[in-house]
């Protein structure tokens, strides 16, 4: 085996209704509680915020992340947070308001300017105290030092660092029920693909990302439709929720690749949800990578489908592909990029847009070249 170095990220805290107890792993204090205004709306930041409120820690609500947040977003987190005199930051959400959270902790805690943090291990630290609370169960935000963001009109931005890392991520599958079908869909399939992605990751695959992607992978394929079609049902939302964070961990060490890079422009372009950009691109992605991953793909067949009769790594990478394809229609979701307002007169800046993801590309185990990208848009239009 090859060296390997592996963070297990934050401490877990898991179990219904787990929200409520966050002051008990917060410093005494005002925190910086950032969420949206949908989520604030629907009361589901409620039992949380009384909690805090209760333990005497006096909550900045900051409820303005949008989807794809900009900078402009985080700033005003940031000016939020050291207007209220905060000491530590609470992200309660999907992937943006945790993002946006992230970044807050981090140049609260610093006072470093977000220009200079762009990038791998560019962010100098240290964070405030930082706790996680995702709603949804897939961008696995929590379980990473990844913070994405969009800079200027369309372009996805990353920041990877420790730094960013919380302290701790509370997995209550409560705030889960109930999420609407497509959200639901969108969500384990971008889970899905984190694990993939990690499981066939060219520069850091590693036995530990990989064992945390195949328990993903089993745990998601055995819940996403039961989640879609019975949305209030515990176990499944539960199940949902801790493959998300599992494959966040495998991916915040064995980074993402392909799928990511092409989706990026569908989400900055066309606003697209995330895990819908990558559902989107799945399928010609990969395969486009079977001629080197394919047998990866045959070993994650069991995990879709155990005892599957296919035989030979090509046949079983083949009908893992398959598999995919066939859960992700399951799912109601579109699956063509005509479907989501994409033209093939857009195709030629979608490929451009893709090559400004080589923090991501470099990841995937087959070049993806302007031309490459340009084909596989084809394919998924």
């Not at 033209?343 to 991501?360: C, I, M």
């Amino acid at each position: 085996m090859r060296g390997l170095r592996f963070r297990y990220g934050p401490e877990v805290v898991a179990g219904p209704g787990v929200a409520e107890s966050l002051a008990a792993h917060l410093p005494p204090g005002p925190v910086l509680f950032v969420t949206d205004g949908q989520l604030l709306g629907l009361g589901l930041a409620r039992p949380a915020l009384a909690g805090l409120r209760k333990a005497g820690h006096d909550p900045v609500v900051f409820a303005d992340v949008e989807a794809d947040p900009p900078e402009a977003t985080v700033l005003a987190a940031v000016a939020a947070g050291r207007a209220g005199g905060v000491v530590s930051v609470v992200g309660f959400g999907g992937g943006s308001p945790m993002d946006v959270a992230k970044l807050a902790a981090l140049l609260l805690g610093s006072g470093e300017p977000l220009e200079g943090a762009w990038g791998v291990d560019q962010a100098k630290g240290p964070r405030l105290p930082l706790l996680l609370v995702p709603t949804t169960a897939g961008t696995g935000s929590e379980a990473t030092g990844i913070a994405i963001i969009t800079v200027g009109e369309t372009e996805k931005r990353g920041v990877v660092s420790p730094h960013l890392l919380a302290d701790a991520a509370f997995l209550d599958a409560t705030l889960t029920l109930g999420l609407p079908r497509h959200v639901t869909a969108a969500t384990g399939i971008d889970a899905m693909v984190h694990a993939i992605e990690a499981f066939t990751s060219a520069r850091l695959k590693n036995p530990l990302s990989d064992a945390l992607a195949r328990e993903t992978l089993r745990l998601l394929a055995a819940n996403l439709l039961r989640a879609c079609d019975a949305p209030d049902d515990l176990e499944a939302r539960a199940a949902m929720l801790l493959g998300s964070h599992l494959a966040g961990v495998a991916f915040a060490n064995a980074p993402v690749g392909g799928v990511h890079a092409l989706a990026y422009p569908l989400g900055g372009h066309f606003h697209v949800p995330h895990g819908h950009s990558n559902a989107l691109m799945l399928a010609p992605v990969l395969g486009h990578n079977l001629v080197a991953a394919a047998p990866l793909y045959a070993e994650l067949l069991d995990c879709l489908a155990p005892g599957h009769p296919a035989a030979g790594a090509m046949q079983r990478a083949r009908a893992f592909i398959d598999r995919l394809a066939d859960l992700c229609a399951a799912t109601g979701l579109p699956l063509r990029l005509r479907d989501v307002g994409v033209t093939a007169a857009d195709l030629p800046l979608l490929a451009a847009e893709s090559q400004k993801q080589q923090r991501l590309l470099v990841n995937n185990p087959v070049p993806i070249e302007e031309a490459d990208a340009r084909r596989l848009y084809e394919a998924a239009l």
